[in-house]
């Protein structure tokens, strides 16, 4: 096998090209019918310029042709595939075959073929593309987190190691078998029979930047499933890239000596001891020096970029691949911030926008769709081989899968995720082409077969896993229906550090002691930021990472000390998850199952500052809060914080005092805020009042069985009054208006107060106030006494009972 190869085809220099490399100036004025007319433009005569226009091509073609197909869940690359397919024939320089870019449409023009893409302008972006796709895999390094390797169980590993050892078993088989067979023994001095052992490996590898890529499409990456399937695939690509540098050097020692093959595995050795002794050791002091919440210093990543630069060319000197050394050196970086993220903040844009697409174009504009033949040996042995290569994996993990019990929708959906093919894949067969391991008649069918590839995965892991269908709720997971005596479990979601005064304030509120105790589990989320694989941290049995980072460490403190406070009524646990924004909503929701949360806090997007004016608005966090609230196994908690300061007219009320409010309409989510509440009453120090609003009118949409309950959960409230620190008052309105005026009114009066959401439930008491509705998923009472416009202090927290 040779490793010298580059992308691209590599045609000597003109003169004109040269000449035109370095040139920016406009070409001086020529007579021509137009840009790819009759007339010769001599645009193309400069390099410079001929680049640009194949950038600017490719990258709108590309975008444009992508909107649409992206909302049929079409990857990206099957975008730049399919629309790019074309090829230029070495010998007579001309264009064979294509779609937008080739002979159907812009290839019809004679101009276009020589100019644009022709064959003396891919020695230009040829190692543009290659450098852009070695830039990829420094990126995909270092957002990988090798630690993972420790903490996979025995499942990951047995699926990780079996998708690699399958496939290289019966690829190896089949070729054995049909050398035999087919007579292709007589044949073993072609070149392309002699390096079919090398398609076997490239066959077997699953690339876990394309795996990364796949879930972070189909939105599972933090899902239980995604978590699987990314160590599965750490471990595979990490044992094939070891396979496919030790069948490097076997083939450097066949093809040419022992002792040279010898020379390079001492180098690789010796690159990979520095790599990990003394480049991430330097790292990791850059990452330590650089202060909490600073940025790393531009001296620091220019080095690192150039180290990059430096690992490529070495890598190339002992004969293997060159982007074996940047992959690596990405390995190397430690993942996250500051250093990780800082890398990924300054090339992952332009590599994975611009430079990458221009590799993934370029080797589907050296496709030849024309030149597909089945009925040749070379072609049909290979789709063969691919065939089997991928049953073999996807029986290796499908096997394993269900022997360890997973449900068969879920492994099946495995195996379909670790034999996707992406980026990675094309390039090895670009790679194989380049060597003339395979010839263009193959290198099309690998192309179109990881096309169809593309297009099948996608489709079946959606239709098969849906991580929604675990949170169901066959069980009753609230306030209201659990033991009144028994521990109160709750989940508290950290995203800011002014929200643990604000949680910590709302379960103090709740009054736990030994009789009513509280189980609190407490998750700080962090979005994903500098690496591919999500992280999820339980602080009972892991605090540091192993760049003896921690992580959520005033969070602990904090809630450390609220359980001293209250030793023996409250339970503390502590997680961390950093994962995408946009996935949060699966830990959130998979942890109050796992953990039979009763109720979920979640911080309202909003932040006020201290004078009551609304301070910033996060729509992420917006979005997130609405994925919960749809997906929840147990009741929700909207707490919105605006308790800043004190009330500004507590008459009468003790500085020690907190006075709650409770609005009572009726329904489901009434009657769980209600319980709710009334867990506050029961400490001394806090004053309920509960404001029922009466409807004059008759409800005609109200359920018999609901009002039979609200009346029943009334009646335990009226019966305690004067009993405890409640009081019941009750006010008769006739519409929305009537009811947002009480609300004004009384804002002022409250330290807290709590609503049920309500959420499309009609009611006399709301009618109109749905016209100004701004969150939908604060309801319409919510919405109001969230609204900007009430320069109040007092804090709201939204109930929303468990949705079945």
């Known amino acids: ?21 370095l040139c920016v100036r406009f070409p001086p004025k020529v007579h021509s019918t137009g840009l790819f007319g009759k007339g010769k433009s001599e645009w193309f005569t400069y390099t410079v310029p001929t680049l640009e226009m194949q950038m600017l091509l490719i990258f709108s073609v590309t975008q444009i042709l992508h909107l649409p197909l992206k909302r049929l869940g079409i990857p990206k690359l099957l975008s730049e595939l399919l629309f790019l397919l074309d090829t230029l024939t070495y010998q007579t320089r001309v ?53 993972m390797i420790r903490k996979t169980g025995t499942k990951a590993w047995g699926i990780g190691v079996l998708n690699v050892i399958a496939p290289l078993v019966c690829g190896f088989f089949y070729v054995r078998i049909t050398e035999g067979t087919l007579g292709w023994g007589r044949h073993m001095k072609d070149a392309r029979v002699q390096n079919l052992p090398t398609l076997v490996i490239a066959n077997s590898v699953t690339a876990f930047p394309v795996i990364a890529l796949l879930l972070k499409d189909l939105k599972l990456l933090n899902s239980e499933l995604g978590r699987l399937a990314l160590s599965s695939t750490l471990i595979s690509y990490l044992l094939g890239t070891g396979i496919t540098v030790l069948g490097n050097v076997i083939d450097i020692g066949q093809q040419h000596s022992v002792g040279r093959a010898v020379v390079d595995l001492v180098l690789c050795v010796l690159f990979l001891a520095v790599t990990i002794y003394i480049v991430r050791p330097a790292m990791i002091w850059v990452a330590k020096q650089t202060p909490e919440g600073r ?24 004969e293997q691949t060159a982007i074996f050394g940047p992959f690596i050196m990405g390995l190397a970086v430690p993942e996250g911030p500051p250093l990780g993220s800082a890398l990924v903040d300054k090339l992952e844009s332009f590599a994975y926008g611009v430079f990458l697409p221009l590799f993934v174009s370029l080797n589907a504009l050296r496709t030849n769709l024309m030149a597909i033949d089945l009925k040749k040996k070379n072609a049909g042995r290979n789709k063969n081989l691919m065939a089997v290569t991928s049953a073999a994996k996807l029986l290796g993990c499908f096997l394993p899968a269900l022997y360890c019990n997973m449900p068969l929708n879920d492994a099946v959906s495995l195996s379909f995720i670790m034999i996707a093919k992406g980026v990675v894949d094309l390039a090895s067969y670009s790679f194989l082409r380049d060597n003339n391991t395979v010839s263009a008649n193959s290198y099309a069918v690998l192309v ?27 069980q009753n997971r609230n306030i209201m229906h659990s033991k009144q005596t028994s521990k109160l479990p709750v989940l508290a979601c950290i995203h800011r550090p002014d929200n643990i005064a604000a949680v910590l304030k709302l379960l103090e509120a709740s009054s736990p002691s030994s009789e009513y105790p509280l189980a609190v589990y407490v998750l700080h989320l962090i979005e994903l930021h500098g690496r591919a694989s999500p992280v999820f941290i339980s602080h009972q049995l892991q605090t540091r990472t192993v760049a003896n980072v921690s992580y959520s460490e005033n969070v602990i403190l904090a809630f450390s000390q609220y359980e001293r406070n209250n030793w023996g009524a409250v339970m503390v646990q502590a997680f961390t998850a950093i994962s995408p924004r946009k996935l949060m909503h699966e830990d959130i929701c998979t942890l109050a199952l796992d953990m ?17 004016s609304v301070e910033a608005e996060d729509p992420g966090l917006r979005t997130l809060n609405r994925s919960v609230i749809d997906r929840a196994p147990c009741s929700i908690g909207i707490l919105v914080d605006r ?47 509960v404001v029922h609003l009466a409807s004059t009118v008759v409800d005609q949409a109200s ?13 335990d409230v009226k019966h305690n009054v004067g009993h405890s620190y409640i009081r019941y008052v009750e006010e008769e309105v006739k519409d929305g208006s009537e009811s947002a005026l009480i609300l004004r009114d009384m804002v002022h009066q409250y330290d807290l107060i709590i609503v049920g959401r309500r959420y499309n439930v009609p009611a006399p008491q709301t009618v109109g106030l749905g016209d100004w509705n701004e969150d939908g998923e604060l ?13 109040c202090r007092a804090s709201v927290l939204v109930v929303q009972q468990q949705q079945k």
């Open 596 to 612: 039979l949360a009763s109720i979920i806090i979640i911080p309202f997007h909003r932040q006020w500052g201290i004078d009551g």
């Open 95 to 147: 264009t064979q075959a294509g779609v937008i870019l080739g002979s159907t449409f812009l290839g019809r023009y004679n101009h276009y073929q020589g100019t644009v893409f022709s064959l003396e302008s891919q020695g230009v972006i040829g190692p543009i593309a290659a450098f852009g796709y070695m830039l990829f895999m420094f990126l995909s390094g270092a957002k990988m987190d090798v630690s």
């Open 1 to 21: 096998m040779n490793t010298n190869a580059t992308i691209g085809p590599s045609p000597p220099q003109t003169n004109a090209q040269t000449a035109g490399f």
């Open 703 to 715: 359920n018999e069985k609901d009002k039979i309950i609200d009346a029943e959960v009334l009646n």
């Open 448 to 474: 179109v077969a990881t096309i169809m590839n593309a297009i099948t995965v996608p489709i079946v892991v959606k239709w098969l896993y849906e991580p929604s269908r675990k949170y169901a709720g066959y």
């Open 779 to 791: 309801g319409l009472l919510g919405d109001l006494l969230a609204s900007s416009d009430l320069k």
């Open 295 to 318: 940025p790393v210093k531009d001296f620091y990543t220019c080095l690192i970029i150039l180290g990059v630069m430096v690992s490529s060319v070495f890598s190339h000197y002992f």
């Open 643 to 689: 308790g800043h300061l004190k009330r500004s007219n507590s008459i009468g009320m003790s500085e020690k005092s907190y006075s709650v409010a409770m609005i009572f309409i009726g329904g489901k989510d009434d009657q769980e805020a209600l319980i709710f509440a009334k867990r506050m009453a029961r400490n001394p120090s806090i004053t309920l009042t």
